[in-house]
C-alpha cells in the first residue's frame, strides 16, 4: 500500500468518522419521523431511512479497514501489512444505489403500473453501473480503468435519461407545494452521482500513490453524504408536503 502523510491518514480518517455519524443520525431521524407523514409515503421515508443505515455499517467498517491499514504514532505513519478494503464501498453502493432511485420514485406516488415499471428499470440499471465500475476500481492501469469506466457510464446515462425524461413528466402532477422539492430531489440526485465519476477519473489527472487515494476516498465521501443523508431529508419534507396537501395531520392518523 502507498503511505500516506500524517495529515491525508487524519483527513481520511475524519471523514469516515464524521459520515458514519451522518448517516446514524439521518437513519435516526427519518425512521423516527415517518409517522408525521401520511402512509402512502411512509415506505419511501423507511427505504431513506434504510439507505443510511446500510451506508452507516459500511461506513463503520471502512473507518475500521483503514484505520487497521495504518499506524500514526509519533507523527509518522508506518503500513500494518492489513490492506485497506475498499470493496466495502461498492458492497454498500450495490445494496444502496438502487434504492436510491427507488425512494424517488415512491415518493412521487405513480400508478402502481408506473411504480413497478420504473422501479424495476431504474433498479436494475443502478446495480449493473455499479457492477460495471468496480473492476476499473480496482484496476492497477489507466486503459483498463477506462474501459470499465465507460462501460458503466452507459446505465449512468440511461439513469439520467429517466430522471429528467421519464419521471420529468409527472413532476407538474404533484402539489404545487412539493413540487420545486421534488425538481431539488432530482437535481440533487443528479449532481451528486455527476460527481462519482468525476472522482473515479481522478487517476487520469495525474495523481498517484497517496494523492489519489486521499482524493478518491475524500471525493466518493462527499458525494455519498449528500446522495444518501441529503437527498434522504428531502425525501422526508417531500413526504411531509404532500401529506398536507392531502390533508394528513401528523399523529391523528399515525398507524
Known amino acids: 500500500m502507498d503511505i500516506v502523510t500524517p495529515f491525508q491518514f487524519s483527513l481520511v480518517y475524519n471523514a469516515f468518522s464524521f459520515t458514519f455519524a451522518a448517516m446514524a443520525a439521518a437513519t435516526a431521524f427519518l425512521w423516527l419521523s415517518r409517522s408525521q407523514v401520511a402512509p402512502a409515503y ?29 499506524v500514526l504514532k509519533g507523527g509518522v505513519i508506518t503500513a500494518t ?12 453502493w450495490l445494496l444502496t444505489v438502487p434504492l ?9 406516488r405513480l400508478s402502481p403500473e408506473q411504480t ?20 476499473g476500481e480496482i484496476a492497477i492501469d489507466i486503459p483498463t480503468r477506462a474501459l470499465w469506466g465507460t462501460l458503466s457510464s452507459i446505465p449512468f446515462v440511461y439513469i439520467v435519461w429517466e430522471l429528467f425524461r421519464g419521471l420529468g413528466e ?3 402532477q404533484q402539489p404545487a407545494a412539493a413540487r420545486d422539492l421534488v425538481r431539488r430531489a432530482r437535481l440533487l440526485t443528479f449532481a451528486s452521482w455527476g460527481f462519482y465519476p468525476i472522482v473515479y477519473m481522478a487517476p487520469y489527472a495525474g495523481l498517484t500513490g497517496a494523492n489519489v487515494t486521499t482524493v478518491i476516498q475524500l471525493g466518493y465521501t462527499i458525494a455519498d453524504i449528500v446522495a444518501k443523508a441529503g437527498v434522504g431529508v428531502l425525501i422526508f419534507m417531500i ?6 396537501a392531502e390533508g394528513h395531520v401528523a399523529g391523528v392518523h399515525a398507524a
Request: charged share 15%; proline share 1%.
Open 81 to 92: 501489512g492489513f490492506a485497506f478494503n475498499d470493496a466495502y464501498r461498492y458492497v454498500d
Open 42 to 70: 411512509r415506505t419511501a421515508v423507511t427505504i431513506s431511512g434504510l439507505v443510511t443505515a446500510i451506508a452507516a455499517y459500511h461506513y463503520f467498517r471502512i473507518f475500521e479497514s483503514w484505520n487497521a491499514a495504518y
Open 170 to 172: 409527472s413532476i407538474e
Open 116 to 135: 413497478s415499471s420504473k422501479t424495476v428499470r431504474l433498479g436494475f440499471a443502478a446495480a449493473l453501473m455499479i457492477v460495471l465500475g468496480y473492476p
Open 239 to 244: 413526504s411531509s408536503r404532500k401529506s398536507q
Open 100 to 108: 436510491l432511485l427507488i425512494e424517488l420514485v415512491l415518493v412521487m
